[in-house]
């Protein structure tokens, strides 16, 4: 079964501080790695995404880390703020499918003012 | 511009009722799914469609049915409720072709089986 393992489950920074994501995954057919943000009652929203042959991806305070040898992933995101305050979540997506994503299990982030 | 709108946005059932949670897209794309969410469980994907009048399961199928008739709509039908299936249900929607990676969600259904 296709599986993206995700940690920490809950993250509580300060404003300011560096929360870092981590997910890993399995199959080796993973083309498109995507992070979702989601806020309470809402549906899930694409924040980010990579592909494997790039190692970084830096979208104003939002990095992705890639490392494809380790079949690793992580999300930064730089001086966080109180409106960072959501749900992560990590996918990951086959060559050839009909595009649908495996997610990991989540993140509940909370950036203290 | 509407995205992907689902209705209703709460239900409340009884054991053994069945329902239909709705869902229709106004970006003309090929690809939709419904995915159910759990706390601390992600979401899993239940049916996909590639377009009208293709279906396929996903990994959590079982309980659930579906139809899709039009490139627009893509409804989601529970037979027989079990408290299992007490979730929250999200239905999004892709474009077809290179250009598409992006999978836009709806805002989410709340159902609870009682």
């Known amino acids: 079964q296709q599986q993206v393992k995700q940690s920490p489950q809950s993250l509580i920074v300060q404003k300011g501080g560096i929360p870092i994501i981590n997910c890993a995954y399995e199959?080796?057919?993973?083309?498109?790695f995507p992070w979702y943000q989601q806020f309470p009652g809402k549906g899930p929203a694409l924040l980010i995404a990579?592909?494997?042959?790039?190692s970084e991806k830096k979208e104003g305070r939002f990095t992705i880390s890639f490392n494809k040898s380790a079949k690793q992933f992580s999300l930064h995101i730089m001086d966080s703020q109180p409106g960072d305050s959501a749900t992560y979540f990590c996918a990951a997506r086959s060559s050839g499918s009909a595009r649908q994503l495996t997610f990991g299990s989540g993140t509940q982030l909370t950036v203290l003012p | 511009n509407a995205g992907v709108t689902q209705t209703p946005k709460f239900r409340i059932l009884k054991i053994g009722q069945s329902m239909t949670l709705q869902c229709t897209q106004d970006m003309n794309h090929n690809y939709m799914y419904w995915y159910r969410q759990d706390p601390g469980m992600g979401l899993k994907l239940i049916y996909y469609s590639v377009g009208a009048g293709i279906t396929d399961k996903g990994e959590v199928p079982n309980g659930y049915n579906v139809s899709r008739s039009t490139t627009e709509d893509f409804p989601l039908r529970l037979e027989l409720a079990a408290p299992s299936q007490t979730s929250v249900y999200f239905c999004a929607s892709s474009p077809a072709g290179t250009a598409g990676n992006t999978i836009y969600f709806g805002e989410g259904s709340w159902l609870t089986v009682v």
């Open positions: 990579i592909r494997p042959d790039v």
């Open positions: 199959n080796t057919a993973f083309d498109y």
